[in-house]
């Protein structure tokens, strides 16, 4: 198998970026951390997509305090990123 990319988290900068983004769109009483789940997934698999997909995250209209649906993006910069070769 392929060397994969692994996002263990974001660093500080993408935190902040990522924290203001949630208190800007998301719905207050959501759980953010959740949000941050889902988001780093997304953007993993992104990462690691053969058609190398944006490092986005959507959040949902059904999670956003105005009802619709607001796009976060990630620079490699944000992302704390290991290199990960699986044994064979």
Excluded at 47 to 71: K, Q, V, Y
């Amino acid at each position: 198998m392929d060397t994969y990319q692994q996002i263990h988290d974001f660093t500080p900068a993408g935190a902040g970026k990522f924290a203001d983004f949630i208190a800007e769109h998301a719905k207050p009483e959501l759980d953010a951390g959740m949000h941050k789940l889902e988001c780093l997934g997304v953007i993993e698999d992104n990462l690691n997509s053969p058609s190398a997909g944006p490092l986005a995250w959507e959040l949902a209209a059904a999670s956003a305090a105005d009802g619709r649906a607001h796009t976060f993006a990630a620079e490699l910069d944000d992302l704390i990123i290991e290199h990960v070769t699986p044994d064979e």
